[in-house]
Every structure is written in C-alpha cells, then in structure tokens.
C-alpha cells in the first residue's frame, strides 16, 4: 500500500501576518534612511565652507576700514543694519604693512622688520604740500588719509559721507621730496596713510550678499551687520557682530562672526 506525503503550505493567515511584518521592516528600514539622509545633508551644509567663506571675506575686508567712515544711507551706522547698502573707506593694508613681500621696489628693511611699502612720516607742511625726509611709494592720483595731533571739527558727513569727503585727500602732483594734493589739510598733519581707490559696498538684496558688486554668497535667507559699544573705563570700544543665515529644510542655518573696530592711530 503506497503511503501519500502531505507537504504543508502556507495559509492565508500566515501570508498575512508576512506581509504585516514586512510591511513594518519596511517602514521602520524607510524612517531609518530618511533620517540618514537628513543627517548626511545636514552634515554636508555644515561642512560646506560657503557661507563661512564668505563671511570670513567681509571680516577680513573690514578689519581695514576706516572706522567713522562705515555708512548706510549716508549716515554712521549706529543701528542694526539687514537691508541695502553699506559703505566704508578701507586703509590699503599691503602697503601700510608691507603685504608680507621683500620684493617690492625699494623695499626697506629695519632690524629685520618689513617697513611699510609707502613712505608714512611727515616731515613738514606747506599750505597744500606735504614734505617727506625720504619719498617712495606713492603715485599720482592716490588717494590718502591724514593724522594730526588735534582732532577735526568738521561733521562726519563732511568728513567722510559728502559728495567730495574733507579728510580723504588726492595726490595731484609729485616732486623728489613732496607731495600736492588737491586740497589743504585743516591741521598739521604728522602721518599720511594710503586709501584703497574706491570706497568698499556691501550689499544684501533678493537673497544675495554681494561685496563689491561682487556676489559672495546666494540664498541667503537673512544677513545682518549689528554694532556694540562698549565703555572701559575713558576707553571706547566698538564691536560689529555678523549673522548669515540660510535655508535647510523647514528651517535656517546661521554663520556668525564679528570685528573690533579699532583706530588706526591705535595701531601706529
């Protein structure tokens, strides 16, 4: 008598129960990679150097400027500024400082110290004309700041926001010895330090940052210079906070950073 084997299937209950489980592996493996790649772009936007580059440039840039001449709408900035464009005037640092090159034409060398690329110390004045002991560095149409012992009576506007600035002066003629400029200072002067040309603008509009007409950094969800002035004892110390802010998701990022604000007769 032949013997039948009954092999056992699965039933419907069993296929069910299956696809359940599946089902929730499914579901919890899904949650497990979303959450990965959540992680794995959060990471990336934090590593991506972008946005901190860029502030990084307009701290750099600005660690040169010169102080009273930072404006937003032709007026000092003495509130938070997020919106439009701000100026300033910026000290041409590689020459006052020698830019790190012992290449340059003429370049002097005290005790083993670089000296500035530009002749700085005025000997002597006349009118218009400045006299140095030793003249090198400079060039016609150059444009420069003055330091005198007696601090200028004019208003910020006309020192430095007016059409034609009374502080910043224009080399227009140049002789062995001297330089002419195109106005006559209002003290004595004792130190002539060299501009950059052109003023510095930066700028925040439609979710760009731009310097310079220049753009540094795009989706930019919000960004915004803040000055803080400190008082320590007779002193007075300014500090310009920066916040850039960019979208992730259902919500922002932000950079920070921020300078001190210091005179350039401080620095001397």
Not at 39 to 53: C, G, P, S
Not at 88 to 98: A, E, L, P, T, V
Not at 215 to 226: G, M
């Amino acid at each position: 008598m032949r013997h039948c084997r009954h092999h056992r299937a699965f039933s419907l209950f069993e296929v069910l129960v299956c696809i359940v489980l599946l089902g929730i592996i499914s579901v919890v493996c899904g949650y497990i990679l979303l959450d990965l790649s959540k992680n794995l772009a959060l990471q990336q936007k934090i590593n991506d150097q972008h946005y901190r580059i860029a502030l990084l440039k307009l701290e750099n840039i600005m660690q040169t400027a010169l102080a009273e001449s930072i404006s937003v709408d032709n007026k000092p900035l003495d509130s938070v500024f997020s919106q439009g464009q701000l100026y300033f005037i910026s000290f041409d640092r590689q020459k006052i400082f020698g830019g790190g090159d012992k290449t340059f034409t003429q370049a002097q060398i005290q005790n083993g110290i670089l000296m500035p690329a530009v002749s700085l110390s005025i000997d002597s004045h006349s009118d218009s004309t400045l006299s140095f002991k030793t003249l090198y560095g400079w060039h016609q149409n150059q444009k420069l700041y003055l330091i005198s012992n007696t601090p200028s009576a004019l208003s910020l506007e006309e020192r430095f926001f007016a059409p034609n600035p009374k502080d910043i002066y224009t080399i227009t003629h140049i002789n062995t010895n001297t330089l002419t400029l195109d106005h006559t200072p209002e003290h004595t002067p004792r130190i002539a330090l060299p501009l950059d040309s052109q003023p510095h603008k930066i700028e925040f509009k439609d979710r760009i940052l731009w310097l310079d007409d220049t753009p540094i950094a795009l989706n930019v969800s919000s960004f915004s210079i803040t000055p803080h002035i400190f008082t320590l004892g007779e002193n007075t110390q300014s500090f310009l906070e920066f916040t850039l802010c960019y979208p992730f998701h259902q919500t922002s990022l932000c950079e920070s950073g921020g300078i001190w604000l210091e005179s350039i007769v401080d620095w001397l």
